[in-house]
T-cell receptor, first 112, second 111 residues
Framework: AQSVTQPDARVTVSEGASLQLRCKYS??????LFWYVQYPRQGLQLLLK??????VVQGVNGFEAEFSKSNSSFHLRKASVHWSDWAVYFC??????????FGSGTKLTVEP | EAAVTQSPRSKVAVTGGKVTLSCHQT?????MYWYRQDTGHGLRLIHY???????EKGDIPDGYKASRPSQENFSLILELASLSQTAVYFC??????????FGPGTRLTVL
């Protein structure tokens, strides 16, 4: 069965520092993977998506993610974090029936 | 920009009462979904629909019913609300080849 694990419930970084949020997936076959961001009291917004092809995908606001089949990972990265990136980030895998399975989320705090 | 709206945005219900959460999309999307989010957890799928007048069970359907009277509207019904159903509920829509677009959520508190 498909599943997603985000091992870090909370991550704190300083503004301007680089960021990596970890995501491990379990899926039989080639996965379609997503990162969503949830700002306070708002719905989820798509940051980026991976469809089979180039393992590094670019998203909005300077985010990128790298797919690794050997590590079953899809980590999210950003070179320089801004205070407006303070949010909860969810990794998700899409099933054969086009249903999304989400990880438990990583809450990002940005320190000045 | 795809648009998914939900009503109400928040609701307080009593245990044993009936609750209806509504979702409306203006995207002409075929697929619609209902998820619940519990504090500190990701979203879990309750029900979904890929065509009007038809609904499918997701991973946690117990205690919930869904209704899709038209392509644009998808409702989630709690016939007998329970304390354990306190959560934030999200609706989403999708078309072939697109990602899911989420509504702003409904915060439900059952007392």
């Amino acid at each position: 069965a498909q599943s997603v694990t985000q091992p870090d419930a909370r991550v704190t970084v300083s503004e301007g520092a680089s960021l990596q949020l970890r995501c491990k997936y379990s899926y039989f076959g080639t996965p379609y993977l997503f990162w969503y961001v949830q700002y306070p009291r708002q719905g989820l917004q798509l940051l980026l998506k991976y469809y089979p092809g180039d393992p590094v995908v670019q998203g909005v606001n300077g985010f990128e993610a790298e797919f690794s089949k050997s590590n079953s990972s899809f980590h999210l990265r950003k070179a320089s974090v801004h205070w407006s990136d303070w949010a909860v980030y969810f990794c998700a895998v899409r099933s054969n029936y086009n249903v999304l399975y989400f990880g438990s989320g990583t809450k990002l705090t940005v320190e000045p | 920009e795809a648009a998914v709206t939900q009503s109400p945005r928040s609701k307080v219900a009593v245990t044993g009462g009936k609750v209806t959460l509504s979702c409306h999309q203006t995207n002409n999307h075929d697929y619609m979904y209902w998820y619940r989010q519990d504090t500190g957890h990701g979203l879990r799928l309750i029900h979904y629909s890929y065509v009007a007048d038809s609904t499918e069970k997701g991973d946690i359907p117990d205690g919930y019913k869904a209704s899709r009277p038209s392509q644009e509207n998808f409702s989630l019904i709690l016939e007998l609300a329970s304390l354990s159903q306190t959560a934030v509920y999200f609706c989403a829509s999708r078309d072939w080849g697109t990602e899911q677009f989420f509504g702003p959520g409904t915060r439900l508190t059952v007392l």
